[in-house]
């Protein structure tokens, strides 16, 4: 995930053989909570969309139609703003913003 940018956070307690340590599972639980009740943005300012292959094209309104090499990775970063987009994009041959504002 270090590489497409994002953080992550372990949680992760040694001597817990194949289970989640007690501490690990309620700090899980209470940030999955925050989560859901935050909810998801249905049309997020910016998406980044890593794929290798067709059967998983779409991020939000971002969708690759088509690409150079399969099974390699695809790339397509966009973030919207007002009155401008910008656009960061790799080894793709097609693709499509798809807005529904409904």
Same mark, same amino acid.
């Given at each position: 995930?270090?590489? !497409?940018?994002?953080? *992550?956070?372990? %949680?992760?307690?040694?001597?817990? +053989?194949?289970?989640?340590?007690? @501490?690990? #599972?309620?700090?899980?639980?209470?940030?999955?909570?925050?989560?859901?009740?935050?909810?998801?943005?249905?049309?997020?300012? !910016?998406?980044?969309? *890593?794929?290798? %292959?067709?059967?998983?094209?779409? +991020?939000?309104?971002?969708?690759? @139609?088509? #690409?150079?090499?399969?099974?390699?990775?695809?790339?397509?970063?966009?973030?919207?703003?007002?009155?401008?987009?910008?656009?960061?994009?790799?080894?793709?041959?097609?693709?499509?913003?798809?807005?529904?504002?409904?």
């Amino acid at each position: 995930m270090a590489a !497409e940018g994002l953080k *992550t956070r372990t %949680t992760d307690r040694a001597q817990t +053989a194949h289970k989640y340590h007690p @501490e690990t #599972l309620k700090e899980l639980k209470s940030r999955m909570d925050e989560l859901a009740a935050k909810g998801r943005d249905p049309v997020p300012k !910016e998406v980044r969309l *890593t794929t290798y %292959t067709l059967q998983y094209p779409r +991020a939000a309104w971002v969708e690759i @139609e088509g #690409l150079t090499h399969h099974w390699e990775r695809a790339r397509r970063s966009r973030n919207r703003r007002p009155k401008r987009f910008w656009n960061h994009h790799h080894d793709k041959r097609r693709f499509t913003d798809a807005w529904s504002l409904d």
